[in-house]
């Protein structure tokens, strides 16, 4: 697993641990916001810079951006999406790995965390519609034309979004007695078909905990877990394995904050 991990300093460094030897392993120092497939591993370094890495944590910088954040791969991990936030504006980049980059998107909301469909054709991103709620949306790469997959409301906030094959798994979170409760939807590709997996706050009237980060398990030909992570019985972000249908269950508790997770299953004979 490749996570991001904050240090006491309030440093964050991108982290490995196998859950075969129980080994942890820093990548990267002064980094966060890591994604990685089987093959791969980009992050944020410094602030300014988007780090393109084998899993070892060998690693070459692309070209500075202003303010990027989110880097994700395309499944063959030959593509790069990143958002960059410029003085007036925020862009939805696509990048190869020499650096060349084009715009998919821009606006002057707040858009985070883009999300590679399974065929890499399209990414889904979240967009602040206004400070008090935000969307799915989603971009087709080739004709850059962008439409919604949920639909804004007020003080409800769509984001994380993580696709499973021809599924897009979010999280729709409220606040609730003060408290950010979150529970975790599914929606098609059109957004004509958006469900609720979870019910943990019973219909938004229960104070109950915020769910982050939500990826889906990288290598791995079953679809029915994801990964996130959550305040879930426990006053520090933690990272859980979500069982679509099922529980949240644990997967790394340590006195750090802990974000960004990746599960890698299968890598390197067996272990991760």
């Known amino acids: 697993m490749i996570f991001a991990q904050t240090q006491p300093t309030g440093k964050t460094n991108v982290v490995s641990k196998s859950f075969a030897t129980g080994a942890v392993t820093t990548l990267a120092t002064d980094a966060g916001s890591p ?9 944020i370094k410094s602030g300014t810079t988007i780090g393109y890495a084998r899993l070892d944590g060998v690693a070459k910088l ?9 880097p994700t791969l395309s499944v ?5 999406c990143a958002i960059d936030k410029l003085s007036d504006r925020y862009q939805l980049l696509l990048l190869d790995t020499l650096g060349n ?4 998107y821009e606006t002057v909301n707040q858009i985070s965390f883009p999300s590679f469909s399974s065929d890499g054709l399209k990414i889904v991103f979240t967009e602040n519609i206004a400070p008090n709620m935000s969307a799915i949306g989603i971009v087709t790469i080739a004709s850059k034309t962008v439409h919604k997959l ?3 409301a007020a003080d409800f906030y769509d984001g994380y ?3 499973t094959n021809s599924t897009v798994n979010f999280v729709r979170s409220h606040m609730i007695d003060s408290t950010l409760s979150s529970e975790i939807f599914s929606s098609d590709f059109s957004g ?14 229960t104070p109950t905990f915020y769910i982050r980060d939500l990826r889906k398990i990288t290598n791995s ?11 879930y019985n426990s006053t520090n972000s933690d990272i859980y394995l979500y069982k679509i249908g099922g529980v949240l269950t644990r997967l790394m508790e340590t006195d750090q904050l802990e974000s960004y997770p990746n599960f890698i299953a299968n890598y390197a004979n067996g272990k991760n």
């Not at 692309?62 to 989110?70: E, F, G, N, V």
């Not at 063959?76 to 790069?80: E, K």
């Open 62 to 70: 692309l070209p500075q951006l202003t303010q990027p954040s989110d």
């Open 76 to 80: 063959d991990s030959r593509l790069i």
């Open 161 to 163: 979004a993580a696709v």
């Open 221 to 231: 030909i079953d679809s029915s877990s994801i990964i996130c992570t959550s305040n």
């Open 150 to 152: 949920t639909s804004p």
């Open 192 to 205: 004509k078909s958006v469900t609720q997996l979870t019910s943990f706050t019973s219909n938004w009237t």
């Open 101 to 104: 980059k084009s715009v998919l």
């Open 35 to 43: 994604f990685a497939t089987n093959l791969r591993l980009v992050y």
